[in-house]
C-alpha cells in the first residue's frame, strides 16, 4: 500500500517541487553583482538555504511552489547571509540588572583602558622589552609595582584569571603536602571551579576542618602536622550560611599560622579596592585590609569589583611570590598584552580616588543612585511610549539589582527598571526576538512583563535601545 501511495499523486508532487528547486549556479546568476561578500561566504549561504528548502520537502513539510520562485527565495538568502558576515561575538543591551554579569562579559571596560588597548594592540611594544637596560625584560613589572603601591603587597604577580591564580598558588606552594580549609569554604564558584577540584588538581592534598556552619581555631589546631605546607581561606562569594554560625577571623588565621610557621593564603575572588558599604552594600574586607591582615598570598579576579580586564591577580609576602613567579606552569597561565593594557589603565584610574565611581563603569553602575536610573528609565520611556503605544504597555518599576560576579549573593541594589507588557504578541516571543536582534537586548521575564533594568543600560545606550524595541516589535507582531 504505501509504495501505491509514494510513486502516486503525493510522489509527483514531491517531485515536482523537488525540480522547481533552483540549482546553486542559476541561483548565484540571480543575485550576481548585488551582494558584497566573499563568493565561498555566498555559496555556503545558498548550498545552505537550498538544502534546507529539499529537506523541507522531504520530509512533506507544507511547501508551494510559490514558496520556490525567486522572490520569495532571495530575500530569504539576504537575510541569511546578513546573519552569517555579522560578528559571532559581539556586543548586547545587559537589562538584567546584574553588574558583574559572567556571562555578558563581567566588566566593561573605561575609555582609557581601550585607548591603551587599541595602541598596544595595533603597534610594537615593550612587553618584555626593558628600555633602560635594552635587555629582555619581564611582562609582570609593569604593573607590579602599581599594585603593590595601591594595596600595601610586598609583591605581584598576575595570571589568565582567578582561577589560574589560585590553581598555581596551591602547586607552588602546596603540591604533595596538606592544606587546611573550613568545611564552610568548599565553594563552587560555577563553571566548574570548585575548591576541592582545583586542589587536587594542584596536588595539594585537601584537609577539611569544622562544620558546614561553624569552623573554630581549635580546628585547624588540631589539623596541623609536619605535612601542613598551609592554611586557606576561601570566599564564600556566591552563597552565605546564615544561621548558627562562626567562621575563625583572617587575623586569628594568621597568628594561628605563624605560631607554626606556616602561610595563610586567601583566595577572595572578588577583591575590592574599595569599600562599597555606603551605597548600601554589606561591609566586605577590601584587598588593602586583607593584605594588612598579615596574609601571605591574597588572590582575586580582575574582571569582578575591581572592573577590568579579565585576570588573576596574586599579592604576597616577596618570598612566596618569587617561588610562584618561578614555576614552569606561570608560563601556561600568562596573560597577553591585551589583558597587561587593560589592567594597567585600571590600576591607574584607581589613584585618583575621587573619581573611580565615574571612571570605572563597573563602580559607577555599582554606586549608582535609584534617582538616577529612574532618571534613564525615563528618558526610555519618553521614547517609546508612543510609539509603542499599540503594542506594548510600557510602565518604570521598582527592582533590585544584583552585583553578580558571586559577590554579595544576597544584596539587592535598590533599582528601576522599564517594563513592557506586550499588547500584542507574547512577552515570550519578545524576549527571544530582542535576543536574536542584530545588537541583542537581554532583559528578564517576570509577570509577563519583559524588564529592562536601567542599572545596566550606558546612558549612551539608551537611544539604540529605544531602536531595538521598536525593531523587535515590528518583528514580533509578525
Ligand atoms: C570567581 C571566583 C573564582 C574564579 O575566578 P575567575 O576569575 O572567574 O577565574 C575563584 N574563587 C572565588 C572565591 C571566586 O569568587
Same mark, same amino acid.
Given at each position: 500500500m504505501s509504495d501505491v501511495k509514494k510513486t502516486g499523486k503525493a510522489g509527483s508532487v514531491k517531485n515536482d517541487l523537488l525540480r522547481a528547486i533552483p540549482k546553486v549556479d542559476e541561483f548565484l546568476g540571480w543575485i550576481e553583482g548585488t551582494v558584497e561578500a566573499p563568493l565561498s561566504m555566498v555559496k555556503s549561504v545558498v548550498r545552505e538555504l537550498l538544502e534546507e528548502r529539499r529537506q523541507a520537502i522531504l520530509a512533506d513539510k507544507?511547501?508551494?511552489?510559490?514558496?520556490?520562485?525567486r522572490g520569495v527565495l532571495e530575500p530569504v538568502f539576504e537575510q541569511k547571509l546578513t546573519r552569517k558576515m555579522a560578528p559571532n561575538f559581539r556586543t548586547v543591551i545587559n537589562g538584567? /540588572?546584574?553588574?558583574?554579569h559572567t556571562n555578558l562579559g563581567r566588566s566593561p571596560l573605561p575609555e582609557s583602558a581601550m585607548e591603551m588597548l587599541l595602541q598596544v594592540g595595533s603597534r610594537y611594544s615593550n612587553l618584555e622589552f626593558d628600555l633602560e637596560t635594552g635587555k629582555r625584560g619581564s611582562r609582570y613589572s609593569l604593573v607590579e609595582d602599581l599594585l603593590c603601591e595601591l594595596t600595601g603587597a610586598e609583591a605581584a604577580l598576575v595570571v589568565n584569571n582567578n582561577a589560574a591564580a589560585v590553581l598555581l598558588v596551591l602547586e607552588t606552594m602546596a603540591a604533595g603536602r596538606e592544606v587546611v580549609v573550613s568545611r /564552610?569554604?568548599?565553594v563552587e564558584i560555577g563553571g566548574s571551579f570548585r575548591i576541592p577540584d582545583v586542589m587536587e588538581k594542584s596536588g595539594a592534598i585537601l584537609v577539611e576542618v569544622g562544620a558546614t556552619n561553624r569552623t573554630h581555631p581549635r580546628d585547624y589546631q588540631a589539623a596541623i602536622n609536619d605535612n601542613t605546607a598551609m592554611l586557606l581561606k576561601v570566599?564564600?562569594?556566591?552563597?552565605k550560611v546564615i544561621g548558627f554560625t562562626s567562621e575563625v577571623p583572617v587575623e586569628d588565621l594568621v597568628k594561628l599560622a605563624g605560631e607554626h610557621s606556616l602561610p595563610v593564603m586567601e583566595d577572595?575572588?572578588?577583591?575590592?579596592?574599595?569599600?562599597?558599604?555606603?551605597?548600601?552594600?554589606a561591609k566586605e574586607p577590601t584587598v588593602q585590609e586583607v593584605v594588612a591582615s598579615g596574609v601571605d598570598v591574597v588572590t582575586f579576579s580582575g574582571?569582578?569589583?575591581? /572592573?577590568?580586564?579579565q585576570a588573576g591577580i596574586i599579592l604576597g609576602k616577596r618570598r612566596y611570590i618569587d617561588k610562584i613567579k618561578k614555576n614552569p606552569i606561570n608560563r601556561a597561565l600568562r596573560i597577553d598584552k591585551f589583558t597587561l593594557a587593560g589592567l594597567e589603565a585600571i590600576l591607574r584610574l584607581y589613584?585618583?580616588?575621587?573619581?573611580i565611581f565615574s571612571t570605572i563603569p563597573t563602580l559607577a553602575m555599582l554606586s549608582q543612585s535609584r534617582e538616577t536610573i529612574d532618571r534613564r528609565a525615563k528618558r526610555l520611556l519618553r521614547r517609546i511610549q508612543k510609539p509603542l503605544a499599540e503594542y506594548c504597555r510600557v510602565t518604570v518599576v521598582d527592582v533590585e539589582s544584583r552585583v553578580g560576579? /558571586?559577590?554579595?549573593?544576597e544584596q539587592g541594589l535598590a533599582s528601576r527598571a522599564v517594563a513592557l507588557a506586550p499588547v500584542v504578541g507574547t512577552v515570550s516571543k519578545l524576549e527571544k526576538v530582542l535576543r536574536g536582534a542584530s545588537q541583542a537586548v537581554i532583559g528578564r521575564i517576570e509577570d509577563d512583563r519583559f524588564l529592562l533594568?536601567?542599572?545596566?543600560?550606558?546612558d549612551g545606550e539608551v537611544a539604540d535601545l529605544a531602536r531595538c524595541l521598536g525593531d523587535a516589535f515590528l518583528e514580533a507582531k509578525e
Open positions: 507544507p511547501i508551494r511552489l510559490a514558496d520556490l520562485a538584567t /540588572g546584574v553588574v558583574v /564552610g569554604q568548599l570566599h564564600t562569594s556566591n552563597f577572595l575572588g572578588s577583591g575590592c579596592f574599595v569599600d562599597l558599604s555606603r551605597f548600601g552594600l574582571d569582578k569589583l575591581l /572592573g577590568g580586564p589613584f585618583d580616588e575621587e573619581n560576579g /558571586g559577590a554579595l549573593p533594568d536601567m542599572r545596566t543600560v550606558a
